[in-house]
């Protein structure tokens, strides 16, 4: 369902799995939002630098090249504004002071629900 708060939000979908990318996409391309998508922590760095329209970066923590962690902290070196938000696995939930302290403004559990997600964004876009 379009979101009168996320359909004029840029996204990006920062995932190395294909079908959790896919789901993602899937959930987020209803609301309108435009979305942008990145297959490991260093290709999130070089998106996020190339297009200073993103509001919003849901990002994986466990990326090859560079990991979720890495990829946040440069990105919030670069950009203060952007809300960047953690996916992680219950397992590593025991970071989560390591997930703040990386420049995350919040994270998300996975397996991801869509209303969840479409709330935690929402929620960052009013
Ligand atoms: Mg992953």
Redesign the pocket.
């Known amino acids: 369902m379009e979101n009168e708060f996320l359909r004029t939000k840029t996204i990006l979908i920062v ?3 294909v079908s ?1 990318r896919l789901y993602l996409n899937k959930i987020l391309e209803k609301t309108g939002a435009s979305l942008l998508t990145a297959c490991d922590g260093k290709e999130a760095i070089e998106i996020a630098m190339a297009n200073p329209g993103i509001d919003i970066i849901l990002m ?4 090859p090249l560079i990991d ?1 962690y890495g990829a946040a902290r440069v990105i919030r070196e670069l950009r203060n504004d952007i809300i960047i938000i953690a996916q992680t696995a219950y397992s590593l939930l025991g970071d989560r002071e390591r997930i703040i302290s990386s420049g995350f403004d919040d994270y998300i559990v996975k397996p991801i629900f869509p209303q969840q997600l479409i709330e935690k964004l929402t929620k960052y876009s009013q």
């Open positions: 995932e190395d799995d959790s994986d923590i466990q990326l979720g």
